[in-house]
């Protein structure tokens, strides 16, 4: 039985056919939904050649924007949403790290029943979901059954 679905999104195209396969799925069970983005820290996603070329303060703003631009993909997949399935229960996580630890991190604080990822995101915010890449680790090293939405 699937009570509890957890889908990642990056803002790419596949991962809204991802969030929409999601919210079928999780409409077809009666189950709740979680949408989740993650948001590679200045240490996980840059490391500069030369230390001293980059300010604190630049790394502060940056990482400040990173996170900005992180909360409107989730803000706007939390959106489409409840427009879809306004009576679905729909939760929604933000998380900073690796992305696909992050995931598997989640489905099982979460106790989730199925993860639903797309095939191929775009860039390196981007990247979040590209096959050999992200949904390929997490297949590998999920705790419950990973759907891939092409």
């Given at each position: 039985m699937i009570k509890q679905v957890l889908v990642?999104?990056?803002?790419?195209?596949?991962?809204?056919?991802?969030?929409?396969?999601?919210?079928?799925?999780?409409e077809k069970y009666a189950a709740s939904l979680t949408i989740l983005n993650v948001s590679e820290s200045m240490a996980?996603?840059?490391?500069?050649?030369?230390?001293?070329?980059?300010?604190?303060?630049?790394?502060?703003?940056?990482?400040?924007?990173?996170?900005?631009?992180?909360?409107?993909?989730?803000?706007?997949?939390?959106?489409?949403?409840?427009?879809?399935?306004?009576?679905?229960?729909?939760?929604?996580?933000?998380?900073?790290?690796?992305?696909?630890?992050?995931i598997i991190a989640e489905a099982r604080e979460s106790g989730c029943d199925v993860i639903v990822v797309g095939h191929k995101g775009v860039g390196k915010v981007k990247e979040f979901l590209g096959l050999g890449g992200i949904s390929e680790k997490v297949v590998h090293t999920a705790p419950c059954p990973v759907i891939i939405v092409r």
């Open positions: 990642a999104v990056d803002g790419s195209e596949n991962s809204l056919r991802a969030l929409d396969f999601a919210l079928d799925l999780t996980v996603s840059t490391v500069p050649q030369d230390p001293g070329a980059i300010s604190a303060e630049s790394l502060v703003t940056f990482n400040k924007d990173l996170n900005k631009i992180h909360e409107n993909i989730l803000r706007k997949a939390v959106l489409h949403a409840k427009e879809s399935k306004p009576n679905m229960p729909v939760s929604s996580k933000l998380r900073e790290g690796n992305a696909a630890s992050q």
